[in-house]
Nanobody, 120 residues
Framework: QVQLVESGGGLVQAGGSLRLSCAAS????????VGWFRQAPGKEREFVAHITRSGGNTYYTDSVKGRFTISRDNAKNTVYLQMNSLEPEDTAVYYC?????????????WGQGTQVTVSS
């Protein structure tokens, strides 16, 4: 079965950095677009970043542009989210999600999430 497993979350002070990983199994990873989403307490889940199958194109929500970088290593079936200059507003559970070929608004495959907490 398909599994997406996030790791790398934790507690960090404002201005700090974290790198999240999403390890995939059970699918042909190089044929999948992958995204990161997040959900803060009391808020709806929101899109953060997206990377295409080959990694040639990346997309970000405005609030993280210039601070977050999404990348992938298809040989390792892993997608990363490098988060720099973290702000308390980035506190959320971060999820990776995948779809074959093109990432949709409601991806088919989801991980269980990893908590990121940014203290002020």
């Amino acid at each position: 079965q398909v599994q997406l497993v996030e790791s790398g979350g934790g507690l960090v002070q404002a201005g700090g950095s974290l790198r999240l990983s999403c390890a995939a199994s059970g699918l042909t990873f190089s044929n999948c677009a992958v995204g990161w989403f997040r959900q803060a307490p009391g808020k709806e889940r929101e899109f953060v970043a997206h990377i295409t199958r080959s990694g040639g194109n990346t997309y970000y929500t405005d609030s993280v542009k210039g601070r977050f970088t999404i990348s992938r290593d298809n040989a390792k079936n892993t997608v990363y989210l490098q988060m720099n200059s973290l702000e308390p507003e980035d506190t959320a559970v971060y999820y990776c999600a995948a779809d074959y070929f093109t990432l949709t608004h409601k991806p088919n495959y989801w991980g269980q999430g990893t908590q990121v907490t940014v203290s002020s």
